[in-house]
């Protein structure tokens, strides 16, 4: 007769947990009782429906819903007793009722009911006539089964399913609907209209469950929801079914609900039976213990007095607990029997009940007591010693603060310090090293300039008197002008030595060193702004990093304070590189080889060195008066004088030698002998292995070997060109020779400083052989006498110790040979003292058998 209605728009009913067993009670009833065939196939398919979902729940991997439910898995329930489950069982009826009372209130709240459109009654009106409005499924339900749900205990009678999971208003007020339809009478539209309303201000109220899932759905975290498939507004209401399935998982989860409850509650009784027993049984064993306590043992006593006070604890928690109690009541029950034993019988009994046994058993206890006192007693003894060590390391650490305080700060402090000393030498040093070196800049072009300057006159005098040159060298006006200067300075230096009455003098034996004013002037004020720019080096600095004075002060407060750590940080070794800034500084202009030099306050000569400021501030650092000799010896600046010298005077010196010293000058020759010799001898650090005097040396020999090969000049022209001794030509020829034998002499002054086998390759190999002995022999072509003399001032330049030495002739044989032939040469009867000098000369070489022979023939 109607349409049948399409099942995809059938409204779903929200199901709770309260309400899931009055549904499962009235499916069963729907199930079991209707004979209608229309409503299997609703439960059936309901059903499959069920399994469906729960099928797509499994399957869902990428939803995190909370959709588990308790039957998902094995359930983990703590066991509770009966008194907790009463006290739950209540409050939850108590949190019923109160929900009830607020939902009552909030609807009292709202306001009067509007009347139907029909001028039906308004369901306010209803419930004030005691009639209910009630939908299809409670008319169902109603007609179904008919009674009262407020019967139970929680307002719900067990096996009637529970349409109003919030409250009991919704109940009471679908009571007229009920007896209306009880009674057989058929609905029509105003009362259909009626429920309707009911039922809408119900679901707006919360008392009902809405007809779509839109809220349902909105709290569920699914991703795969669909929002147009529960969107259905009231005007589908009558288009739709009712769905009268079970809901089967709920239900069986009631049912398990209620089994747990039912086994939870025997499991109760049981343990509060057995509480009972247990009690009563520590009662009679405590009696019983009591009674024998007289005539038992030290055990048995231990036993009845346990027994005793389990028995007090029990009597007090009967008579102050009753299932009403609170919650620190029950803690109190369930914590304190744990601690009851099973049974009296359990404790254990005393071997040895005799008088004997006690008193083995107290002699026992009093002895492990003992050894635990003497332990104990030992134990507080260490520990008294260990807190009078620690008291005694406390004061001495207190009493040592101090002098450790005062150290570490200096120690701050000399860090700090040497720090920026560091960092300030590191600034100026650079600046002392350009100032030394414009200053070396004027001594080389000085003494390259004299150097040029007589190297071109031998030149000159060469290309005038040689037979081979041609004429137009004589008429070049630059030549004839230094022949002029070279004469003027020649007579200048003649007259000198008449003066001096100087009559042992040769041509040639002098330095041609003179210079004019003009030249002297400037190259004195350019030493003069050296000094000016020397003195500004430190001048944006604070003292204790400018004076030298300063800087000794702060190390020699180290040393004073903590010579060890001193010596570790190896001071002594680093002291001639702090210095040196502040002794190169001093000794800028300084320069043995000038004499009479006055270049910020030292002099000519090695002991000048030892006048110098610096060097009286340093003489002494780090000693005391009454230093005794053991300790000096042990002093680890002991050497600090001697590793000056070395590793900066000496320095200095090899830089002098090589701008400014003359092999060919006597003056500067003997300066820089004596000088080298001095500090070889004083200071113990000059050793042959010293790498600065090795420097030195190497210096001296490269000087004069360029004074050799440039210097050095004897012009061999043919014999008769010398027959007039006043010519020219024989003046220039003496001159050489008096020239290559002051470089011999002066190379031969630095034996006992250089090596023998180098004064042998310099003078005797280069300037005896190479220059000196064909003069000699040129000159005894010419005049035997003459020749005689020079070679006795050769063989007086000798050193002593080779003169003394029998082997010398070994090589001074050309020499030898020239003396034998000099001797034949020589007129017997004429040259009869000349002849005794010669034998004399064969001696001092150690030529002693040529001489027996010269004398045996000629004398």
């Not at 209130?105 to 009654?121: L, V």
């Not at 029950?330 to 404790?347: M, Y």
């Not at 002098?403 to 000393?421: A, C, E, K, M």
């Not at 040196?580 to 080889?593: D, E, G, K, T, V």
Request: some cysteine.
């Amino acid at each position: 007769m109607f349409k049948k209605r399409k099942t995809a728009n059938i409204r779903q009913r929200r199901v709770s947990e309260e309400d899931v067993t009055g549904e499962a009670d009235i499916v069963g009833v729907i199930t079991t009782d209707d004979s209608n065939s229309n409503t299997v196939p609703a439960v059936k398919k309901e059903k499959k429906k069920v399994k469906k979902e729960a099928d797509a729940k499994k399957q869902s991997v990428l939803s995190f819903e909370d959709e588990l439910e308790a039957d998902d898995g094995i359930i983990f329930q703590e066991k509770k007793s009966s008194l907790s489950y009463k006290l739950r069982k209540e409050m939850k009826k108590e949190r019923k009722e109160k929900r009830r009372e607020e939902k009552e209130k909030q609807r009292q709240a709202e306001g009067k009911d509007k009347k139907n459109k029909n001028g039906g009654p308004t369901v306010s009106e209803l419930d004030e006539l005691g009639i209910r409005i009630v939908n299809g499924r409670e008319a169902e339900n109603i007609a179904i089964q008919p009674g009262d749900s407020d019967d139970s205990e929680d307002g719900v009678t067990p096996g009637h399913h529970k349409f109003r999971p919030r409250g009991n208003k919704s109940g009471q007020s679908l009571d007229p609907w009920k007896k209306i339809l009880q009674s057989g009478q058929i609905p029509d539209a105003n009362m259909i209209h009626a429920i309707r309303k009911k039922r809408q201000q119900a679901r707006e109220q919360g008392d009902m469950i809405p007809i779509d899932e839109t809220v349902r759905v909105e709290e569920s975290k699914s991703r795969l929801v669909r929002d147009d498939d529960n969107d259905r507004s009231d005007d589908e209401e009558g288009q739709s079914r009712m769905d009268f399935s079970v809901n089967q998982q709920a239900r069986d989860r009631q049912q398990r609900r209620e089994a747990f409850d039912a086994a939870q509650e025997r499991g109760s009784d049981i343990s509060d039976h057995e509480s009972d027993w247990e009690k009563q049984q520590l009662l009679k064993a405590g009696a019983n213990a009591k009674v024998a306590g007289g005539c038992e043992g030290e055990g048995s006593q231990d036993g009845t007095v346990e027994a005793m006070s389990s028995a007090m604890q029990y009597s007090s928690l009967d008579s102050g607990g009753a299932l009403g109690m609170t919650g620190g009541t029950d803690q109190l029950l369930w914590g304190t029997e744990s601690t009851i034993p099973t049974s009296a019988a359990s404790l254990p009994r005393p071997a040895n009940y005799e008088a004997e046994g006690i008193i083995k058993r107290l002699q026992d206890s009093r002895t492990s007591l003992e050894e635990v006192f003497r332990r104990h007693q030992a134990e507080a003894d260490g520990v008294d010693g260990e807190l009078a060590e620690c008291k005694a390391t406390t004061e001495r650490c207190t009493h040592d603060q101090q002098p450790l305080t005062s150290i570490f700060q200096f120690y701050q402090d000399i860090r700090g310090y040497v720090t920026d000393l560091r960092d300030c030498l590191n600034e100026k040093v650079p600046e002392i090293n350009s100032l030394e070196e414009q200053v070396y800049v004027l001594f080389r072009q000085r003494a390259q300039k004299m150097v040029q300057r007589r190297r071109q006159d031998v030149r000159d005098q060469n290309d005038e008197f040689s037979p081979f040159a041609g004429k137009g060298a004589a008429s070049d006006e630059y030549r004839t002008r230094r022949a002029a200067e070279r004469e003027g300075r020649r007579t200048r230096r003649r007259r000198e030595r008449e003066k001096r009455g100087d009559s042992g003098h040769h041509d040639g034996m002098s330095t041609d060193d003179e210079e004019s004013h003009s030249e002297i002037q400037m190259v004195q004020t350019e030493l003069e702004h050296a000094i000016v720019e020397a003195r500004k080096v430190f001048e944006d600095v604070e003292e204790d990093f400018s004076q030298l004075k300063r800087i000794v002060a702060w190390l020699e407060e180290w040393r004073a304070r903590d010579l060890p750590t001193y010596s570790d940080a190896y001071v002594s070794y680093n002291l001639p590189k702090i210095f040196s800034p502040y002794i190169r500084l001093q000794m800028l202009l300084w320069n043995p080889l000038i004499k009479d030099s006055d270049s910020n306050g030292s002099g000519s000569n090695g002991v000048e060195v030892e006048r110098m400021q610096w060097f009286n501030l340093l003489l002494l650092y780090g000693s005391s008066g009454g230093d005794e000799p053991k300790q000096l010896k042990e002093d680890p600046d002991r050497n600090l004088m001697s590793n000056l010298i070395e590793r900066v005077v000496l320095i200095k010196l090899k830089d002098i030698v090589g701008c400014w010293w003359d092999p060919l000058s006597h003056s500067q020759t003997v300066r820089l002998v004596n000088l080298v010799r001095h500090y070889a001898e004083t200071y113990p650090t000059l050793s042959p292995s010293s790498k600065p005097l090795q420097n030195l040396t190497h210096a001296i020999i490269a000087k004069i070997k360029d004074a050799i090969d440039n210097d050095i000049f004897v012009p061999m022209f043919p014999k008769n060109v010398y027959d007039n001794r006043n010519s020219g030509v024989s003046l220039f020829f003496q001159r050489q020779f008096w020239v290559a034998w002051k470089l011999l002499s002066s190379t031969l002054m630095w034996h006992k400083v250089l090596s023998d086998s180098v004064i042998h390759d310099l003078a005797i190999r280069s300037l005896l052989n190479l220059y000196l002995l064909p003069a000699l022999n040129l000159a005894a072509e010419i005049n035997p006498s003459d020749a005689l003399d020079k070679c006795r001032n050769v063989i007086n330049s000798l050193p002593r110790a080779w003169v003394k030495s029998e082997g010398t002739h070994v090589f001074l044989g050309r020499l030898e040979d020239f003396l034998v032939k000099l001797a034949e040469k020589l007129d017997p009867a004429a040259n009869t003292p000349a002849l005794r000098d010669l034998c004399n000369l064969l001696k001092s070489i150690g030529a002693n058998t040529q001489a027996e022979k010269i004398s045996n023939k000629y004398l």
